[in-house]
């Protein structure tokens, strides 16, 4: 229909896609192309290791899905930098303890509840 607004909207095509992409910095990573550079199944490991990224003050996320790599912080040094890195792998494998407990406590109480919702019948009460 003439003046609707899908006529006065431009036509998203792969070339007007590309060339959005082309305009962006080089230093701006797709989301996608981190997964499957990486290899990485799970897309929750990527937001997690994006986040990382971000508290440390490496990368900004410009949407959803794409992020731009800063690097490191003005004027800091390599053993600043080394210092950051070290306490960044200590959170690392802190929190990968933390996991490691809750999911066996997760298995526990499934466990746990498989045990009391279990058919009763098969144990008869011998008095």
């Not at 590309?18 to 230093?27: F, I, K, T, V, Y």
């Not at 390599?78 to 929190?95: P, V, W």
């Amino acid at each position: 229909e003439p003046g609707s607004p899908a006529e006065r909207r431009p036509a998203r095509t792969a070339a007007a896609a590309e060339r959005r992409r082309a305009s962006l910095s080089l230093d701006v990573f797709v989301f996608f192309q981190a997964v499957r550079i990486l290899n990485v199944g799970q897309k929750r490991r990527i937001y997690d290791i994006t986040n990382v990224l971000e508290g440390a003050g490496l990368i900004v996320k410009i949407s959803k899905s794409m992020i731009k790599w800063l690097g490191t912080n003005q004027g800091e040094s390599a053993h600043d930098l080394t210092k950051r890195m070290i306490k960044l792998k200590s959170q690392l494998e802190d929190l990968e303890h933390q996991e490691f407990i809750l999911d066996q406590h997760k298995l526990w109480v499934e466990q746990s509840i498989r045990n009391t919702t279990e058919d009763c019948s098969k144990y008869p009460l011998n008095l």
